[in-house]
């Protein structure tokens, strides 16, 4: 056989080599995204411009001309992004998911700059409501009134006109901190309070010069409150609150998805909550992912029945491995537990509202349970005392993989900082608070401490210490495109002037804590967080490139679609 006739041989059996392999390398998938821009968060990756997705999960990203060649099969449902800018689904990592459904049902003050505008909410809510019932809201600030009355005390407004507004309903405007309510004198009376009743510990009704309530309450001098209402509802049926109960986890689950929010760490809900939303992601009923803290006081705790937890679902829709508590209360309420006192309330201190035994006792518990422990801590003392307790529980197994986490760590001491990294703790924080605290943190605390120990991102980060993200809605917006650009400018998006910029994040990091920092902290980094192989296909599309676009427009981002596991759950109307 001459020369030739070998090549053309050697020719013809390469060809269909290469035919062979290609018609076999054709493969299917439920679904293809191409021609988009994807910033998977992924360092192996960063950008890829087409993703498959089977069962739920990814099963390969990279360039279009490759996916397209090689899902080609007409099983596989292909979708043109026309250059969209994808990320993965953002995961909240810190916020209050029945609160969110409550407030879309409530009252919502979150906006409201005017007392008078509050009263009148609350006015026209009570005409249209039976003698009896309870008024029931939330957001207010005083620090953001612009009408503050002149009689006020303590910078809070007094009852008298919720009262006038209101006279025959019991009336229970929560603080946008959570920390703290303002109620009429109907619920004061029903309550029995009067110029004899002690403050309780760890609370503080507010009084004029003359001993008088003004209707404000802090940390726990509002249980007494609360617990009338409690009673009010639970005299309603079962069903009544059931019904009530699943009206409010729908509305958290759609304003979840409408901005971009695929995972949902939730601050703490008591055991009922918990079982209740197993039960829903057994029933294939959640549209979002939910990571909930077991919330209970540590008197229910001990003879709670917790051989249930940590609690799982095998599609990871629902998880329970984690147990909050509390060491002190807010800022803006004079409820941070300081080292020293307040630079504008002489001599006070806050407020230690949950006892370091009781935090401890929840401490140990989550380490014979194999649970993350979440504590709330915002003062610089809180955030000592709660590291301390820490570090004396682990002890000798400080450096496993626990991730205990402190919620909030809004002011440390600088001493304190290096801490986190060394404990592996995670600083779960929110970017918002910073910009919304902003106007009072330096009466609070002064320029010194304000500088160097408020919402200390950089020198977190540059310590090793793995940052959480979130809102803590409905305490701020749940809006996470406001916390993403509260994070990186540390100014609001009216042009207010930047809070102490040099501990800002960078975009990046900003995007990762929203993204695969907040997967960490759940421990679900192996799951969600990144667009890669192996994880979750929960992503968002966006009307603009976070990575590339003005800071000054992330803010007003919108979200055009959101998918979990691939299946599309949100879309845009316009």
């Known amino acids: 056989m001459n020369c030739a006739r070998l090549l053309s041989l050697s020719f013809l059996t390469t060809a269909c080599l290469i035919l062979t392999w290609s018609c076999s390398d054709i493969r299917s998938a439920d679904l293809l995204i191409y021609n988009a ?15 498959a997705i089977e069962d739920g999960k990814i099963i390969e990203i990279g360039e279009d001309d490759r996916l397209l060649a090689k899902y080609d099969d007409e099983s596989t449902r292909k979708i043109n992004a026309q250059d969209k800018f994808i990320m993965p689904g953002l995961i909240e990592g810190h916020g209050h998911f029945h609160g969110v459904g409550e407030q879309e049902i409530r009252l919502n003050f979150l906006r409201d700059t005017s007392w008078n505008d509050i009263v009148a909410k609350v006015k026209k809510a009570a005409n249209k409501s039976p003698d009896g019932s309870w008024i ?26 919720l009262s006038a507004a209101a006279p025959d309903h019991p009336v229970l405007l929560t603080h946008a901190s959570g920390h703290g309510i303002i109620v009429n004198q109907r619920a004061m009376d029903m309550a029995d309070v009067s110029q004899e009743t002690a403050d309780p510990l760890g609370g503080r009704i507010v009084r004029d010069r003359d001993g008088n309530a003004i209707g404000v309450f802090e940390e726990r001098a509002m249980y007494a409150i609360r617990t009338l209402h409690t009673d009010y509802e639970n005299s309603r049926s079962e069903e009544e609150r059931y019904a009530e109960w699943m009206q409010i986890t729908e509305k958290a689950q759609m304003a979840c998805l409408a901005y971009g929010i695929t995972s949902f760490q939730d601050a703490g809900s008591p ?3 918990i079982k209740r939303y197993k039960d829903l992601a057994d029933r294939g009923k959640l549209k979002i992912k939910l990571w909930a803290m077991l919330r209970q006081p540590w008197s229910a705790l001990d003879t709670l029945d917790l051989s249930d937890y940590p609690v799982y679902t095998d599609d990871n829709y629902f998880t329970c491995a984690a147990i909050k508590s509390e060491l002190d209360g807010a800022l803006g309420s004079y409820g941070a537990w300081l080292l020293r006192p307040y630079s504008d309330k ?78 592996k703790f ?14 009072f943190v330096v009466d609070r605390l002064g320029v010194d401490r304000a500088q160097k120990g408020a919402y200390a991102w950089r020198a977190l980060l540059d310590s090793g210490t793995k940052i959480a993200n979130g809102t803590d809605a409905p305490v701020e917006s749940l809006n996470p ?23 800002s994040m960078t975009r990046i990091e900003a995007l990762q804590s929203y993204t695969s920092a907040n997967a960490y902290a759940a421990k679900e980094e192996n799951i969600k ?8 296909a929960d992503f968002i599309i966006l009307d603009r490139d976070l990575e590339s676009c003005p800071i000054e427009d992330i803010p007003d981002t919108e979200v055009e679609a959101t998918y979990i596991d691939g299946e599309l759950r949100y879309t845009r109307t316009e």
């Open 37 to 51: 821009s994807i910033l998977t968060m992924d360092s192996s990756q960063w950008r890829v411009s087409a993703m």
């Open 136 to 161: 029931i809201g939330r957001g207010w600030h005083q620090e953001k009134l612009t009408d503050l009355p002149l009689n006020n005390v303590d910078g809070y407004p007094r009852h008298d006109l």
């Open 271 to 273: 055991d009922l909550y």
């Open 346 to 423: 002489n001599n006070f201190h806050g407020q230690n509202t949950t006892t370091v035994e009781e935090v401890k006792n929840i401490a140990q518990l989550c380490k014979k349970k194999s649970m993350q422990c979440c504590v709330h801590a915002i003062g610089d003392r809180a955030n000592r005392v709660l590291l301390d307790v820490y570090e004396g529980v682990l002890a000798d197994q400080i450096k496993s993989d626990h991730r205990w986490r402190v919620e909030h760590a809004q002011h440390l001491a600088v001493s304190d900082i290096p801490r986190f990294a060394a404990g």
């Open 426 to 439: 995670i600083a779960s924080m929110q970017g918002i608070h910073c910009t919304s605290d902003a106007p």
């Open 481 to 503: 495109f406001e916390s993403i650009y509260a994070s990186i400018a540390r100014k609001r998006p009216d042009g207010s002037e930047a809070f102490f910029p040099e501990q």
């Open 529 to 536: 967080g990144r667009l890669a192989p192996g994880l979750a």
